[in-house]
């Protein structure tokens, strides 16, 4: 069972669109990390939301933690070429050394 | 560069073999954790360690086993190897015992291919 839903798995875009994708899940999470992960390297840490309903921008990206801290979304403005990877997300749970992750959306940036 | 050491970057082995893969972590982390990566499955929680004791059990085979020892450094040991064991494995450390707001550091990966 995969706790974390994200979608869409593969999108593939023109530079200078603009993109959201998703992550969902039926549990409630303490915190929601976004990671971003490009090929032949691990995964790097973009941003951790902790209060439902919060929102924060990093650059171009804008990420926000669900009100019941059950989904979260990050959107992208203006994509560029530099911007594709594979974004993954991370419940992280009260009481809970570890992290759930999503299987990942895949972004395809063209110039 | 993350800090995080793994070694061998690549492996290629046989069918029931054991194989070894080595993680070095950040200066000053005390938590490692090892993950597997597949296309279907996507990045799987196999074990976590901090400071030298097991901290949390994920989907780990009981044929894969770990170890953390007293210079942090961490092994994964991965033995009657299957096909299906063939994926990107992962260590990833923190500072401390871990939880949702801490920052993990993923090292580069090993990639492991089973003929």
């Known amino acids: 069972t995969q706790l974390l839903e994200q979608s869409p798995q593969f999108l593939s875009i023109q530079e200078g669109e603009n993109l959201t994708v998703y992550c969902n899940s039926s549990s409630v999470f303490s915190s929601l990390q976004w990671y971003r992960q490009e090929p032949g390297e691990g995964p790097v840490l973009l941003v951790t939301?902790?209060?439902?309903?919060e929102v924060k921008k990093l650059k171009r990206l804008t990420f926000q933690f669900g009100d019941a801290r059950k989904d979260s979304s990050l959107h992208i403005t203006a994509a560029q070429p530099g911007d594709t990877g594979l974004y993954l997300c991370a419940g992280g749970k009260s009481g809970y050394s570890t992290l759930t992750f999503g299987k990942g959306t895949m972004l395809l940036v063209s110039p | 560069d993350s800090g995080v050491t793994q070694t061998p970057k690549h492996l290629i082995t046989a069918t029931g073999q054991r194989v070894t893969l080595r993680c070095s972590p950040r200066?000053?982390?005390?938590?490692v954790y090892w993950y597997q990566q597949s296309l279907d499955q996507g990045l799987q929680f196999l074990i976590q360690?901090?400071?030298?004791?097991?901290?949390a059990k994920g989907n780990i085979l009981e044929r894969f086993s770990a170890q953390q020892f007293p210079d942090l450094h961490s092994e994964l040991n991965l033995s009657s190897l299957e096909l299906g064991d063939s994926a990107l494995y992962f260590c990833?450390?923190?500072?401390?015992f871990g939880g949702g707001q801490e920052t993990q550091y993923f090292g580069p990966g090993t990639r492991l291919l089973v003929l």
């Open positions: 200066s000053g982390d005390l938590s």
């Open positions: 990833a450390s923190s500072v401390g």
């Open positions: 360690y901090y400071n030298g004791e097991e901290r």
């Open positions: 939301v902790v209060t439902g309903g």
